[in-house]
Structure formats: C-alpha cells, structure tokens
C-alpha cells in the first residue's frame, strides 16, 4: 500500500532498529485500513507511534506547571484543545478576542501532540519554543504510558472522554477521509469489528478510559475527567470546571462581563469550523476541516444497527463494571 500520503504517525518508516527488535518481540496485527499495529504495555500503536511514545518516554522532562490534555481519539481533543488555549490565554488580554491566535492556527497547531507530533519528530526534541507558562500539550496514550515519566510531577492532566458509540463512528469518518476509503457498510463494519475487539489505535477503548478514570478518582487535583456530552449539556459549569482546576478560575468581573459566553462562542464548532485556516489549512497531511463534523450527540444512532448498539453495549458494560464509571 502505498502510504506517503498518510499523516506519518499511521506509517512505519520511522522507526529505528532498537524499536524494530522491540516490535518484533510484541504481539501484531494488521488493522481495518492494512496499517501495521502493534500492543505495547497494554495498548496498540501504529508502529511510528510507537517510536513517539518511546521517544517521549525516554526522553520528556515534565516541568511542574505543564498541562497535558489526554483524549482517545475523536472524543473532544480539539475542542478541548481550543478551550483550555481560550482559558490559559487570558492573561494575555486579547481584546474581544479579535485577534486571537485560534483564529488563525488550527488547535492542533497550537497544543501539538507529545507522540505523535513532539517526539514523533525527533527522539530528542528542543523544547525551548515552549517558553510560556503554563506549557500547553496532548496526546492520545493512556495514563499508564506517562506513569513512569511523570510519576514525580505535579503537573495537571485532563482527560476527555465520549460515549463510545459516537466515539466510533467520529473515527469511521475520519479514518475513510485519511485513507481516502469508501464511507459504506463494508468499512463501517470492519472498524466495528476491530473497535470491539480492542485492536485498534490505541485500543483497547475501555482500557484508555479506566486509565484515566482511575488516576482521576485516586488523585482529583492531578487528573480531571470530563465527558464531551457533559460539555455539550452544561458548557457554563464545565469550562467553569476546567478553569478552576487549570488554576485560573473566572472572576466575578469576568462572568459579569460575559467572558465565558465569549470563549465557548470563540471555540464552538459553529466559529471554528468557519474559520478560514479550518476550511483550507492542513496538518501532518490531514485537513483542517475534517476535525469538524458534526458534534452531535447520538449521532451513532444513525448509522449502527440494533445488533452493533447491543454488541457494544454489552461489551462496554462488563469491561467497566465495578468502576464507577458510566455512559
Ligand atoms: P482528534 O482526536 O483527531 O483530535 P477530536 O477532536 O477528538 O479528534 O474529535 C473530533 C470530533 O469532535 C468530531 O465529532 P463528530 O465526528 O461526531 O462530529 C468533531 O465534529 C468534534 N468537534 C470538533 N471541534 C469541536 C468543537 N469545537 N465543539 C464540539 N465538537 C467538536
């Protein structure tokens, strides 16, 4: 196949010969799109993924004020994303936010991933152009990949989740847009599978969930967890939620003067997906455009049949039985 048109993470011609071995000595599969997937510490990474996580695992040194946004994919990154750059940067005093920075880069351009970006670049990444305060950055590995490497930070973490039915179909878009493949049953049902069955980027789904929902219930102030259907619900309380755990709460100034209408206004995905550099700009050979759909809740009911609800259904119950954490 050929891949070049791929964003690099989901191609394996980064890798070096130690990583190469490593692989070898790892369980493997071949995804739904024929991408080469391999389980490290519990979790399936494309293999230059992997390569990023090594790299950040050797390599990152956490300073105490960062803040690291962490999401299974196609759960509310980028919204995330936008959100906290929104929060963080109002010290800066962007005057009715007419000139913001995310009305010209993409979120993903300004908070860049740590695997799959960072140290997906280079094993040992300059990370002197990170000079502000609090350092903003993502990913998509589960709490247990990071342990190790900032187990003796006190910097925060906030995770995104999303139901899983919708989670899913938000990938089958974006994987048929990626690979350029047909939006059809046939595709449909092979992510299905590959999702249920846990061998999939970053999979297993439920694995990556309790990760968090763990290290958030044993440590509050160090890992926030928020659900995309809680945002979409009750924006007001959550963006007040997050503000209070970044460390910078609203004032009362700031809620009397409408701050926080402005900055869920400044990141819907009405504005954002409007916005000129979304329509048009790419990353890592992705367009823009397509981290904005929809962003609706239940939309999974349009496209899964009854048999796939209870499947995955049935699948997600037992897996999070006994801890506390329900759809
Ligand atoms: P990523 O993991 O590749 O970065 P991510 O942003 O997590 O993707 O997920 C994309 C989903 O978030 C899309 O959902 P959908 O396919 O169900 O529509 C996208 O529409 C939605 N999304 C993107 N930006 C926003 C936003 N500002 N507000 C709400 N939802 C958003």
Same mark, same amino acid.
């Given at each position: 196949m050929d891949t070049k048109h791929l964003p690099s993470n989901l191609r394996d011609d980064m890798i070096s010969e130690e990583t190469k071995s490593l692989i070898s000595s790892l369980p493997s599969h071949t995804d739904a799109q024929g991408g080469k997937i391999c389980k490290y510490q519990g979790c399936w990474y494309h293999y230059n993924t992997l390569q990023g996580v090594l790299n950040f695992q050797r390599g990152f040194q956490p300073q105490d004020t960062d803040i690291i946004l962490a999401s299974y %994919? $196609?759960? =509310?990154t980028t919204w995330l994303k936008a959100l906290t750059v929104a929060l963080c940067d /109002? #010290? !800066? !005093? &962007?005057s009715s936010y007419d000139h913001h920075p995310l009305l010209s880069v993409n979120p993903h351009g300004i908070v860049p991933f740590l695997e799959l970006n960072i140290y997906h670049e280079s #094993?040992? %990444?300059?990370?002197?152009? *990170?000079?502000?305060? %609090?350092r903003l950055f993502a990913t998509h590995m589960p709490l247990h990949a990071m342990h190790e490497t900032i187990k003796d930070s006190p910097c925060k973490i906030v995770y995104i989740c999303r139901n899983v039915k919708d989670t899913l179909i938000s990938w089958w878009f974006f994987k048929c847009a990626v690979y350029k493949t047909e939006l059809n049953r046939s595709s449909l049902e092979s992510i299905f599978k590959s999702f249920c069955n846990g061998t999939f980027s970053y999979g297993p789904f439920w694995e990556h969930l309790l990760s968090y929902w763990r290290g958030s219930l044993e440590d509050p102030k160090r890992v926030l967890f928020m659900k995309y259907e809680e945002m979409k619900e009750k924006p007001h309380d959550q963006i007040k939620r997050l503000a209070d755990f970044l460390g910078c709460p609203f004032t009362k100034e700031e809620v009397k003067n409408g701050l926080v209408n402005e900055i869920l206004d400044l990141c819907s995905l009405r504005n954002l997906s409007g916005l000129e550099i979304n329509k048009t700009g790419k990353i890592n050979n992705i367009? &823009? $455009?397509? *981290? *904005? /759909? $929809?962003?609706?809740? =239940?939309?999974w009911k349009n496209y899964l049949t009854p048999e796939m609800e209870n499947q995955i259904d049935t699948i997600i119950q037992e897996k999070l039985q006994g801890s506390g954490l329900k759809f």
């Open positions: %994919p $196609k759960s =509310g /109002r #010290s !800066n !005093n &962007h #094993s040992s %990444p300059d990370l002197a152009k *990170f000079s502000s305060v %609090p367009d &823009h $455009k397509v *981290f *904005f /759909r $929809k962003g609706e809740v =239940g939309d």
